[in-house]
């Protein structure tokens, strides 16, 4: 089974968008075609983030139901390995930790500094879109 991480941007894009490729690779998800990883850091920014009133007030989804979801279905890894200088941005340094952690193979994102590193530890970044064809060719 695939293991991925999913940064929490692409998660704030689907509740503002439902773009098409979101939308899919939710599905995807929902279908059991991967494993979506997330530790603690990264759920309780989810949450912080979703709930912005701002944000809030453009979302074509109700966050809460996503989140409710998201925490019955994700695996939640530990949260118990911490890197430091990894990346350009110590800001996506809990995502590859996650990853690293959960023995994810990838790590999808649309952030440059994550994407530059191509790979880490075994895990690839790629985008989501990359994520999404992966999968329509391995089921």
């Given amino acids: 089974m695939i293991r991925a991480v999913l940064d929490t941007n692409l998660i704030v894009s689907y509740l503002l968008t439902q773009s098409e490729t979101m939308?899919?690779?939710?599905?995807?998800?929902?279908?059991?075609?991967?494993?979506?990883?997330?530790?603690?850091?990264?759920l309780n920014e989810l949450r912080e983030v979703v709930y912005r009133?701002?944000?809030?007030?453009?979302?074509r989804v109700d966050p809460a139901v996503l989140l409710e979801v998201?925490?019955?279905?994700?695996?939640?890894?530990?949260?118990?390995?911490?890197?430091?200088?990894?990346?350009?941005?110590?800001?996506?340094?809990?995502?590859?930790?996650?990853?690293?952690?959960?023995?994810?193979?990838?790590?999808?994102?649309?952030?440059a500094d994550l994407l530059d590193m191509v790979t880490f530890q075994g895990v690839?970044?790629?985008?989501?879109?990359?994520?999404?064809q992966l999968l329509n060719i391995a089921v």
């Fill in 23 to 42: 939308s899919r690779l939710i599905d995807h998800w929902e279908q059991g075609h991967f494993v979506y990883l997330l530790s603690p850091v990264m």
């Fill in 53 to 59: 009133p701002r944000l809030r007030q453009q979302m």
């Fill in 70 to 111: 998201i925490e019955a279905d994700a695996e939640l890894v530990p949260g118990s390995l911490v890197l430091s200088g990894v990346c350009r941005d110590p800001k996506d340094e809990p995502f590859i930790a996650c990853a690293v952690e959960g023995n994810a193979a990838y790590l999808v994102t649309g952030d």
């Fill in 124 to 132: 690839t970044m790629i985008r989501a879109y990359d994520f999404v």
